[in-house]
């Protein structure tokens, strides 16, 4: 059995790695569907690799960690074809993105980017588990260097306000460009 069906049957992704196991998220808005013995092994395991990384790995160490998983998120998961597209039109950008998600959250302020999602978007861990450690989403703040970098064309610094899996009623990120 190859590694990637391996990965696939047992369920099992690593951080920020959902592009790796291309299984289909299980819809927030579909009422009623039930979670797999698959499903609870994910979420259980993800859950174990953060409380282990936050208590075996010093809290710069993690943030690089988990950036780079957004970073490689963005990039594999083809989100990032789609920042170039926008590459130079940061108007343009958060429109679109606005527009997909809650346009209602997003907002640009001088250098400033407000940036905010009604539910979690990762593959990995949107329907569960309720509460994460609060490092993992700075893998979504990876997710963001990445593509406000692409459409600015230069380094850009994120920094999480709030999120879902850390117990608030949405995702909300500001990204100094």
Request: glycine share 10%; hydrophobic share 40%.
């Amino acid at each position: 059995m190859r590694r990637k069906e391996f990965l696939k049957k047992a369920a099992c992704g690593l951080a920020g790695g959902a592009a790796i196991l291309k299984t289909p998220a299980r819809s927030q808005d579909a009422p009623g569907k039930k979670k797999t013995p698959g499903d609870a092994f994910k979420e259980a395991w993800v859950a174990t690799l953060m409380e282990n990384m936050e208590k075996d790995v010093d809290s710069a160490t993690r943030e690089t960690l988990m950036n780079n998983c957004g970073r490689a998120c963005a990039r594999r998961g083809g989100s990032a074809k789609m920042a170039e597209k926008f590459r130079g039109d940061l108007t343009g950008f958060v429109k679109a993105f606005g527009d997909m998600t809650d346009k209602n959250l997003w907002g640009i302020e001088g250098d400033v980017v407000r940036v905010g999602y009604p539910k979690c978007y990762c593959e990995l861990v949107a329907e569960g588990p309720e509460r994460l450690s609060d490092s993992y989403c700075l893998c979504s703040a990876g997710w963001l260097l990445e593509m406000f970098g692409i459409v600015v064309g230069k380094p850009v610094k994120v920094d999480v306000v709030q999120t879902i899996k850390r117990g608030a009623p949405d995702c909300r990120f500001i990204v100094h460009i």
